[in-house]
């Protein structure tokens, strides 16, 4: 048997049942297995949680300055400010929320709830394909055979591999939650590349903070300003008006939130998934690999979503992408106008924060990697327009009135074309309330002369 272990790991003492020697029933292979075992022992859905988590904060590493009492104040006062200069540009009023300075690790640990409310509907098709995939592979092994030879020779003699792949069996078993540890991985390198970016609880467009709370990361507010040109106060005043006012958006329209995420699990539930492109992961499969975020980018290069090929999954796709470039676009709308009343260097962070976007930055990355879906920066744009558009023909309290009910919003049509919209010509901005109460105010009509043929 060679020195070196196949998939990383190198057989070692310790453990083990005492009758059976110490590494246990599978002899030299037990280091493997018991190293597998125990990272396939999550029992708590389709995504491994608790592997993503430590993936998240090892992505972070030791680059996570500790917030100060200074750090505190600076964005408590920020936020103050900024909910001062929202008052007259927006009927919405200030929502009470807590303001805090987080660390990325902080942001990490306060944000997964929301991820993980995003992330199962779309981790559960893939965890069943996966699942679908590998018993497939199972049940062609047959026996050693079908291993490769690296672990065939690593097996003790005499090792009844058909019972070791049952159903039921510990191999089988294990495979069972293979799907659920991969997209714990990657979900787990997703947020934690995302922690070292982003600026605020709500840059992605999503509310991922608690209710209540409203924060702000000093160590990313100050990376974001590098190179800018301005000052420090400037750049976190101008961030902190973008998070009051998402803040504020969310807090005042109730059923935003649960619009957002069931758009997400709808778009979800006819998600395909690329076989081939699974096959090629599942193939470079290590519990090393996991652990290392380098290793893991290489591993989960290739893009295992399938493009929408159903009608329904279009349309889906279509509404999500229109549902949150319309909170993005509202939310650059309305910072936009307070921030150019009192920021002198306000259009300059604008452009900064339309490059990020540009360019790929947070919002997209992570939405492809999650859930297969680029936010296309046209769609954002096209949606602070029309807010814009908007205020001008009716005013404030008129656009924000807008977020009343989800079928007074706008559709992907109106933000391609919206002076129908604005001017009231199309159908989609008619209020259903307002319908039912005209035609319980209009009297019926009198019976024809043959009415009674």
Not at 324 to 346: C, M, N, Q, R
Not at 372 to 383: C, K
Request: aromatic share 6%.
């Amino acid at each position: 048997m060679s020195s070196q272990f196949p998939f990383g790991f190198t057989p070692g003492g310790g453990g083990g049942d005492p009758e059976q020697g110490p590494l246990g029933p599978f002899g030299g292979a037990a280091p493997f297995f018991a190293e597998l075992e125990k990272l396939l022992s999550w029992q708590g859905g389709p995504v491994n949680w608790e592997l993503a988590r430590q993936v998240a904060a090892r992505t972070v590493g030791s680059d996570d300055p500790a917030i100060t009492a200074a750090d505190e104040e600076n964005v408590a006062g920020a936020l103050r400010i900024a909910d001062l200069w929202l008052d007259p540009v927006t009927p919405l009023p200030a929502g009470g929320a807590t303001a805090r300075a987080w660390s990325r690790l902080r942001w990490i640990d306060a944000t997964l709830p929301v991820w993980r409310t995003l992330c199962d509907p779309v981790a559960t098709k893939v965890v069943e394909a996966m699942r679908a995939g590998l018993s497939g592979g199972l049940a062609q092994l047959g026996g050693s055979e079908g291993l490769p030879p690296e672990l065939a020779a690593a097996l003790p003699p005499g090792l009844d591999l058909g019972q070791l792949m049952s159903a039921g069996g510990p191999v089988v078993e294990m495979m069972n939650r293979v799907g659920g540890m991969l997209f714990g991985a990657q979900v787990g390198q997703a947020i934690g590349t995302l922690a070292g970016e982003v600026v605020s609880s709500t840059e992605i467009g999503l509310p991922l903070a608690p209710a209540g709370t409203a924060a702000l990361l000093p160590a990313n507010v100050a990376a974001f300003g590098e190179g800018l040109g301005v000052e420090a106060e400037e750049v976190r005043i101008y961030l902190a008006l973008r998070e009051a006012t998402a803040t504020r958006l969310f807090a005042h329209v109730p059923w935003l939130r649960a619009h957002l995420l069931g758009t997400v699990e709808e778009y979800a539930r006819g998600i395909t998934v690329d076989q081939e492109a699974l096959g090629q992961v599942m193939r470079m499969v290590d519990p090393t690999t996991i652990m290392d975020p380098e290793k893991l980018t290489e591993a989960l290069g290739e893009d295992v979503f399938a493009d929408a090929t159903t009608p329904e999954q279009e349309a889906a796709l279509g509404r999500l992408e229109v549902a949150l470039a319309l909170v993005e676009g509202w939310v650059d709308h309305v910072a936009d106008i307070a921030a150019s009343e009192h920021l002198p260097a306000a259009a300059r962070l604008r452009e900064m924060v339309r490059r990020r976007r540009a360019e790929g930055g947070p919002a997209e990355q992570t939405f492809a990697t999650l859930v297969g879906l680029s936010l296309r920066p046209r769609r954002l744009r096209e949606a602070a327009a029309l807010w814009e558009a908007l205020r001008v023909a009716r005013g404030a309290d008129g656009r924000d009135a807008v977020w009343g009910h989800p079928d007074l919003l706008p559709s992907a049509d109106d933000l391609t074309n919206p002076d129908g919209f604005v001017s009231g010509a199309t159908a989609s901005l008619l209020d259903p309330i307002a319908e039912i109460e005209k035609l319980r105010d209009t009297p019926p009509e009198e019976p024809g002369p043959d009415a009674s043929a």
